[in-house]
């Protein structure tokens, strides 16, 4: 039987999800906040600025506290860096959330792109990629991009 990317998902999220609650929530929150770590180290570089704001968009998205954004950002960061593909994390994320929550994450991916001041093409690139998987509109795609940048 051939490891389709569903069981690779599951081997690789899910097992972490029964440390911070419902298993199917934690993978939900874990998908979205790898996505925008993803943007992060997308030009090669990890910046403080970036990772702040990655912080501050999972923390205020989710209601969580401190320590459960922290853990769930450090668990974003290795399952990011483990990962085979976006796809991981996009259908996750495209399945369970609206088109609304949608356009949203392609905003809080415009934040952390944004975050460190300059406009990267491999961000810009990865960010217009997500949107796709995401199956985010293009206009809405524009609008959330024109959000970030005038915040």
């Known amino acids: 039987m051939p490891f389709g990317l569903r069981d690779l998902f599951r081997a690789r999220i899910e097992p972490h999800a029964e440390a911070l609650g419902p298993a199917g929530e934690h993978a939900l929150r874990l998908a979205a906040a790898a996505l925008l770590f993803e943007v992060v180290r997308a030009d090669g570089e990890v910046k403080a600025e970036e990772r702040t704001v990655m912080r501050a968009a999972v923390q205020g998205t989710f ?10 950002v450090s668990l974003a960061e290795g399952a990011s860096r483990s990962a085979v593909s976006l796809y991981e994390f996009t259908h996750v994320v495209d399945e369970a959330f609206s088109a609304e929550q949608k356009k949203r994450v392609v905003e809080l991916l415009w934040l952390v792109a ?7 093409a491999l961000e810009e690139h990865l960010v217009r990629k997500i949107a796709g998987l ?13 959000r970030a940048r005038q915040r």
């Open 134 to 146: 995401l199956h985010v509109p293009h206009p809405d795609f524009i609008d959330a991009k024109i």
């Open 114 to 120: 944004f975050a460190d001041g300059a406009k990267d």
């Open 63 to 72: 209601g969580l506290t401190a320590e459960e954004t922290s853990e769930l």
